[in-house]
């Protein structure tokens, strides 16, 4: 899909990252805009939505999301308050530790950062994801 | 699920997996390709697999019990999803024919460590996807004949119940109808004469000798070979939106949508069965009337339950139907008659045309004159549809046809 301001709402796009069949457009007032294919939850929405050809926006309105990034099927999000929220395959542990299968917006998890540390950097490999801690 | 394999096909399997291993182990152009294409990473767990899986074979041949090796079925796993990875990226003419090779050798190394460990369905899965999406090296079929004596092993008895029940669909009295003809058992040289002409004409008792025709049931199929994997077409068109492809057992397949009523209708259709279950081909034989022209045969089987429709499409192909189960009515034009095909470029094979509707000759005045062959095919009966002829197919019954294309 071809997507312009117009696909957004009218918001500007600040910063994309890209999956090998989903895409992210972080906006401005940080809303995060997801489409491409849903099989594995990594566009974070229900297992219900198997694709979605044009963009649509994520998560609730008090969440404001930081920067994005993405994995071949999987999409990471770090918000303003430093949570790192992880959604899509996690058959090589990419999104969860504890989970025994893929992550949808269902089951969304935030990551268990260790003690009260904050996330400050995330970025994704294909098959793995690494995030810094403060 | 009970799983019996007598000892002859017990030993032939083993030594497929013994083979297949090795082959694949000491195939040289493959490995150096492997390395041409920068995975080393890969290529070191696509050799330790290897080496694991003979050495497990052979434990599983000396101790005679079940092996465990999850470690194997785990860097199996990883070597498929980078494979799988590689044949979804992109334009599929463009995807690199090493990545469908790598897929199906991994496919039958997966099975192999699953059947010594006692996973005998995940087993004959992971053969069934290999042969689906992967490619062979060359001539060999190990994943072929594995798949097969598992089958084998998975066997059920079965007693055939289903009688196919015509429910006859007659076309609008607006089209003008003709028959075609029927001819006894033609000779090759009758058969010559009969392509003359380039009209379509049906051939009885020319496939009666096939076993087919007095074994295959959807009992039969579902015993038999209900541990296999096809992929099956569910939606009523393949022009509508909802149309789509799913992989099943041809147990499910057969269970949900062929000896019960499903919502949807859904329809195994063009598909190279007799590439895949190698098992199959013993029950029907080559037509030699095909052999007029030089060129390769497409075999293609269509199986699905009463209602199935093909709309209105012609093929770039010769074709012989074969129905061997249930029946079928066609519905055809000459190739020279101008059938409104759509404008799109993946449909322009495809016709507008809705011949079933009432008011077809409102929508499409010139269908009023031109000739619509009808005919309908009940089993043994052999269908010639010449080159380009358009064709609209709606199965009366269960039904399960063999069709041989040819240039």
Not at chain 2, 23 to 35: G, I, L, P, T
Not at chain 2, 137 to 162: M, P, Q, W
Request: glycine content about 4%; overall charge negative.
């Amino acid at each position: 899909a071809v997507v312009s301001t117009q696909s957004t709402g009218g918001l500007k796009v600040k910063n994309i990252a890209a999956g090998y069949w989903h895409c992210l457009a972080l906006t401005e007032f940080d809303v995060v805009y997801a489409w491409g294919w849903n099989n594995k939850g990594q566009l974070g929405l229900s297992r219900e939505n198997a694709m979605e050809n044009m963009p649509v926006p994520l998560f609730e309105e008090d969440m404001e999301i930081d920067y994005i990034s993405c994995g071949r099927s999987h999409s990471a999000f770090l918000t303003k308050d430093k949570s790192l929220y992880l959604c899509g395959w996690n058959k090589y542990k990419q999104c969860s530790e504890d989970a025994n299968e893929d992550i949808y917006l269902d089951n969304r998890l935030k990551v268990n950062t260790p003690s009260a540390t904050d996330v400050v950097d995330v970025v994704c490999g294909p098959w793995s994801t690494y995030f810094t801690t403060d | 699920m009970l799983f019996c394999l007598e000892k002859s096909d017990s030993h032939r399997l083993i030594d497929v997996f013994e083979k297949g291993t090795r082959f694949y182990s000491q195939e040289n152009a493959f490995h150096k390709r492997f390395v041409e294409l920068f995975c080393t990473k890969e290529k070191f767990i696509f050799d330790c697999v290897l080496a694991s899986t003979i050495k497990c074979l052979q434990k599983y041949q000396d101790d005679c019990k079940e092996v465990e090796n999850q470690t194997n079925i785990n860097q199996c796993e990883i070597l498929i999803d980078f494979a799988w990875e590689k044949i979804n990226i992109g334009h599929w003419k463009d995807v690199d024919v090493f990545w469908r090779k790598l897929y199906r050798i991994i496919s039958f190394i997966k099975c192999v460590n699953l059947y010594i460990s006692g996973g005998v369905i995940d087993a004959i899965k992971s053969c069934d996807m290999g042969l689906i999406m992967g490619a062979p090296i060359r001539e060999e079929l190990f994943t072929h004949e594995a798949a097969d004596v598992i089958s084998l092993g998975l066997s059920k008895e079965y007693t055939n119940i289903h009688v196919p029940t015509k429910r006859y669909v007659i076309p609008p009295r607006s089209l003008n109808i003709k028959e075609v003809p029927s001819i006894n058992s033609p000779s090759l040289q009758y058969f010559m004469e009969l392509l003359e002409p380039g009209t379509p004409f049906v051939m009885k008792n020319i496939i009666s000798h096939w076993p087919a025709i007095k074994k295959w049931s959807p009992e039969f199929l579902r015993s038999k070979h209900g541990c296999r994997t096809v992929p099956v077409e569910i939606g009523s068109s393949y022009v509508s939106e909802h149309w789509s492809q799913k992989l099943m057992t041809l147990d499910e397949y057969i269970s949900d949508y062929i000896l019960s009523k499903s919502d949807s209708i859904a329809y195994l259709a063009q598909y190279e069965l007799f590439k895949h279950i190698t098992r199959l081909k013993e029950d029907i034989s080559p037509l030699d009337y095909c052999a007029v022209s030089n060129s390769e045969v497409v075999t293609n089987c269509w199986f699905g339950p009463e209602g199935t429709v093909s709309p209105l499409h012609h093929d770039h192909y010769q074709n012989l139907f074969c129905q061997v189960y249930g029946y079928k009515r066609f519905i055809m034009y000459d190739r020279a008659d101008d059938m409104h095909p759509h404008q799109h470029h993946l449909l322009k094979n495809t016709s507008q045309v809705d011949v079933e509707s009432p008011t077809v000759t409102e929508e499409f005045p010139d269908m009023k004159e031109k000739v619509a062959w009808v005919v309908e095919l009940g089993p043994g009966d052999v269908l010639y549809v010449p080159l380009h002829w358009w064709h609209h197919v709606r199965s009366l019954s269960v039904s399960f046809s063999v069709s041989f294309w040819w240039k």
